[in-house]
């Protein structure tokens, strides 16, 4: 079953500890790239966490944000780095002196500096917090899961009726391709009937014809390769796990097939055929650049 890369997912929880939100969202990505935002009491738990997000997405961009309004205790305390703050005042006050500055100078670069406040994690409770991230995580991953995996059904589908459609193109060749050997044929035949006779005397002619005869006359082994491509891709579409990159390679070889086909023909509804089987690919291509 197909899963898209986007999707969203939100998970709200609400104790004794305060109120706990998690959200998610993901974008396509060539490989799994995780980026999290956490309040700074949860940052030691980030290794944990990814490992998390890993083992429910396997490609995309996946962005999760912690959020906590807390009810009464933090699992932190928090507090003034004073020796740090005295040390700027003094290197503050003759620059205030001097240029006649207003004393809310100094308290504005205080406030603008990271080191001014201390955070100290406090361990009482940690195994407590470690499961509301790991139940809030979890949560919000299935919620992202169900849209992508809803998203994938869609995509399912649409592609499922284009290979229909190229099914259809194939046949229609494969029911084209013994014509275009007659025409082949009989075209040789023709040239080979004037040199016997005598009214050619044009060797060259008859080389290039035998050479075109023998390098397009038959189309058979890029159908068979076509169809056998064709048949593994919708192996791998309907599988219980599907491979994004897998479907993507397959597409690849089918259009290296198609193209093959285009060029060794010159059958006009063989060629209008083949165009369009590549319009097709080249458009499944294009949705499954979003699947997992």
Not at 154 to 169: C, S
Request: charge should be negative.
């Amino acid at each position: 079953m197909l899963k898209s890369m986007t999707g969203y997912g939100r998970t709200v929880l609400q104790n004794e500890l305060g109120q706990f939100v998690a959200e998610v969202h993901s974008l396509n990505r060539k490989h799994l790239e995780i980026s999290l935002s956490l309040p700074h009491e949860f940052q030691k738990f980030e290794s944990q966490m990814r490992q998390w997000i890993g083992e429910h997405v396997k490609r995309g961009r996946v962005h999760l944000a912690i959020s906590v309004k807390y009810s009464e205790n933090l699992p932190i305390n928090i507090s003034v780095n004073l020796p740090f703050a005295k040390k700027i005042k003094e290197a503050c006050d003759p620059l205030v002196q001097e240029l006649q500055l207003p004393d809310s100078f100094i308290s504005s670069i205080l406030t603008q500096s990271p080191h001014l406040l201390v955070y100290e994690d406090q361990n009482e409770q940690e195994d407590a917090y470690k499961n509301i991230l790991y139940g809030l995580t979890i949560s919000s991953l299935q919620s992202l899961n169900e849209m992508r995996s809803k998203e994938g059904l869609e995509l399912q589908k649409d592609i499922q009726n284009r290979m229909d459609e190229i099914a259809i193109h194939m046949q229609d060749i494969v029911e084209l391709a013994p014509k275009q050997r007659l025409t082949f044929r009989k075209k040789l035949e023709s040239v080979l009937n004037e040199f016997i006779l005598g009214s050619s005397k044009d060797e060259g002619r008859i080389l290039q014809e035998v050479c075109l005869f023998a390098e397009k006359v038959d189309i058979s082994e890029e159908i068979l390769r076509l169809c056998s491509h064709q048949k593994q891709f919708l192996e791998v579409l309907m599988a219980a796990e599907t491979s994004g990159k897998k479907l993507d390679f397959l597409l690849q070889e089918m259009l290296r097939e198609s193209n093959t086909i285009c060029a060794k023909s010159e059958d006009a509804e063989i060629i209008h055929h083949s165009i369009d089987i590549k319009t097709e690919l080249e458009r499944i291509r294009e949705q499954i650049q979003n699947v997992e």
